[in-house]
């Protein structure tokens, strides 16, 4: 049965509608996927300046997802880079600014051995030597210290998770600061460098 010309130009626009909606959900569909694949980054707000790390899950997926989860719980909010030592690295996360160590959760396993190394600007966890230690503190390279990379220095090496992708100006303005022993403390910023907010952030 042929269709007079209204029935056709009605019929023409379902269609059309249909298609639209179809590509708008495929699109809306795919958007997260593509946002879920990215790398995830944060933001740490620091006194001194921002800087923004890009962490890489595909290499350390259970120290990527601890770090995450105490960004989420603002564990490193006012806590303190306590540890500066120009040509080695910047470390915090642990101690509030009054140096009260913040409480964990239960550490992460070693992933030293992912490939990655710890080069200049790169973040690794920070541990004791029981290789299976690392909680909440972490260190940023201010060189490349391969002396830190699996197997070195004791057998099993230190776990690199992402790079700082911005803010390595501020990375060398905190190693060069001025340094004194604190209590049992040594090399502790003369004035305190304060992580103000860590944040996840779209790339």
Do not use: C, W
């Amino acid at each position: 049965m042929s269709l007079s010309v209204s029935s056709y130009v009605r019929q023409s626009r379902r269609i059309v509608l249909r298609a639209t909606t179809l590509l708008a959900l495929s699109l809306a569909m795919s958007g997260p996927a593509l946002a879920q694949g990215a790398a995830p980054r944060v933001k740490l707000a620091t006194s001194a300046g921002d800087i923004v790390l890009e962490l890489a899950p595909e290499k350390a997926p259970k120290t990527v997802a601890n770090f995450l989860q105490y960004v989420r719980d603002k564990h490193y909010d006012g806590t303190v880079f306590h540890r500066v030592i120009d040509g080695f690295m910047i470390q915090g996360g642990g101690y509030a600014a009054d140096f009260k160590e913040r409480p964990t959760r239960a550490p992460v396993p070693l992933e030293a051995r992912n490939g990655l190394r710890n080069e200049r600007y790169t973040v690794a966890m920070a541990r004791t030597s029981d290789p299976d230690s690392a909680t909440a503190q972490f260190f940023i390279n201010v060189k490349d210290n391969a002396n830190l990379d699996a197997p070195n220095p004791d057998g099993h090496g230190y776990t690199v998770f992402g790079k700082v992708v911005s803010g390595t100006e501020v990375v060398d303005r905190i190693r060069a600061v001025r340094t004194t022993s604190q209590g049992r403390m040594q090399n502790v910023p003369v004035d305190p460098i304060t992580i103000q907010s860590a944040t996840i952030v779209a790339k």
